[in-house]
């Protein structure tokens, strides 16, 4: 039995074996033993085989499977694009109101509306991002708004833990 299709063999097992254990170290070695199959296919002596299972799969556990640990505890509910911008602060650049304004967020500008459409939260004015529709900021003020309107009607005494 030629050495390559004992590494092809070897690599399916370690396969399989990882299919049960999730670890991603018996992965990175069946990769390795697929790395000593082709050196063996192409007819490299076993001593250059071993050498280059052991250095593909040292090079796997040092440099891929850290990367592969780093994503999976990043978790699924990690945001990216537009949904992240969800829950983070912007300033208002032009008075919003429940059509139309400016803030800036993430550092860009962004279109605006209050989700209360019978605020209009002024320049400068400081917001929390409810959601974004489409290329559309919906903002709620932060604090009081100036001139004693309060966006929650409570005259300060917030019991809802909104801001």
Partial sequence: MPAW????????GLGVAELFTLTFVLGLMAT??????LLGAIGLPAAVQIIGFAAATVAGLVFVRPLINRQLARGVDTRSGADALVGRSAVVLQPVDGEQGRVKLAGEEWSARCIDEDLLIPAGARVDVVEI?????????????PGGSDPEGTDGNNQSGRY
């Fill in 5 to 12: 299709l004992i590494w092809l063999i070897l690599a399916a």
């Fill in 32 to 37: 390795a033993a697929l790395v000593a199959a």
């Fill in 133 to 145: 529709d489409g290329a559309t900021a919906v903002v709620y003020p932060r604090e009081a708004l």
